[in-house]
């Protein structure tokens, strides 16, 4: 890999961007795909198979009796939700040998800086219809933003079977997380979905004056975009149609992974994932500069265990008072909160 001064900062959205894409051995494909990934946020290419066309084939035969297509077209594409099958890869060997693409895999690499490995593949029969987002909330590292999707076309796209929508640029704004919009995931109920995101994201939209452009993919055609691209899927306008399509996500080594929707890491809650590589059927390590992350600090900050953490404070009659139905039971307080208050976020005082 071409050495930098910050080797934390993916090759793409470096400050020595020109210095790193100017190697006399880089080739013009991969100099445009990158230009536009820097710029844009997004590239588009010609997915590397040329045996593309009887993968796609085989995978819609496959897959199909996973999908309830008269349920959706009767309830879930009005309510403007998706079909959609993830990590097929672990039973399909087409789907697998998409995400494994050795030149993908590669050209991903030397994009990145750092050897870039799947690590998850979504399949979709219709269109996603999914409001505009930024994967930076689902997938990030540490260091941020070496997290990459790769979407290929199974069929021609249009305005009708839903294209994909992004807005170019938008990688380069700021990820804004938890914090930054008000909310400790750890005090919530229930679990949070990015609706609690959507709001700000149109403010962001209307704040920036960017308009979207849409992808009218040919059968074949891939799209790489950057962790952080606002993007999403538009009303598939009908639903008599299909919209055949594979996303595969990558992470790349030497970084820890979480999920920054379920964190609030100075609340001392981080939501590590334990994370397969595709190719090699193994487990990948986080790792920070070299650096394995130690597990006794994955599992002290595992998400539902903060209040626990602060055992000292944990009065039982207090909690029986803020749980009736436990002080009715007649369950032991300190039990109960270890074997089901944490994951049900029972409160700790009145």
């Given amino acids: 890999m071409t050495t930098t001064p910050l080797p934390g900062v993916p090759h793409v959205e470096s400050p020595f961007f020109s210095r790193i894409f100017s190697a006399p051995d880089m080739d013009e494909e991969t100099r445009r795909i990158a230009f536009d990934l ?5 590239a588009v290419l010609e997915f590397p198979d040329v045996a593309f066309a009887g993968m796609t084939d085989r995978i819609k035969a496959n897959l199909h009796a996973h999908y309830d297509f008269d349920g959706w077209r009767t309830h879930g594409h009005p309510a403007g939700i998706s079909l959609r099958v993830q990590d097929a890869w672990s039973f399909d ?21 750092r050897q870039a490995w799947p690590f998850q593949t979504l399949n979709f029969p219709v269109g996603t219809q999914q409001h505009f987002h930024t994967d930076s ?44 919009i008000g909310t400790c995931v750890a005090e919530l109920e229930g679990t949070p979905t990015q609706a609690i995101y959507e709001a700000m994201w149109r403010d962001l939209v209307e704040a920036h004056g960017v308009e979207p452009q849409y992808f009218h993919a040919k059968k074949g055609q ?14 598939q306008r009908d639903p008599a149609r299909t919209r055949w399509s594979q996303v595969t996500h990558y992470f790349f080594d030497d970084c820890a992974y979480y999920t920054p929707m379920m964190s609030d890491p100075f609340y001392g809650s981080i939501a590590f994932r334990a994370l397969t590589n595709i190719v090699t059927g193994e487990p990948v390590p986080n790792r920070i500069a070299g650096h394995d992350v130690p597990a006794r600090f994955i599992e002290a900050t595992t998400p539902g265990q903060v209040k ?9 009659q207090l909690y029986l008072l803020a ?25 700790l005082r009145p």
Avoid at 38 to 42: A, E, I, L, R, T
């Fill in 38 to 42: 820097s710029v844009k946020g997004y």
């Fill in 93 to 113: 060997e087409n789907v697998k040998r998409i995400a494994c693409n050795e030149h993908i895999i590669a050209l991903l690499s030397r994009l990145y800086g």
């Fill in 137 to 180: 909330i689902h997938f990030s590292s540490s260091p941020e933003r070496f997290m990459c999707g790769v979407w290929v076309a199974m069929e021609d796209i249009d305005e009708t079977n839903g294209p994909l929508m992004y807005f170019p640029g938008s990688h380069r704004w700021p990820i804004y997380t938890n914090e930054h």
């Fill in 222 to 235: 891939a799209l790489i975009w950057a962790a952080n691209l606002m993007h999403g899927g538009t009303k």
């Fill in 308 to 316: 626990w953490r602060e055992e000292e404070a944990f009065d039982p």
């Fill in 323 to 347: 749980n009736p139905d436990v002080a009715a039971a007649g369950i032991d307080p300190a039990q109960h909160y270890l074997q089901h208050g944490i994951q049900e976020k029972r409160r």
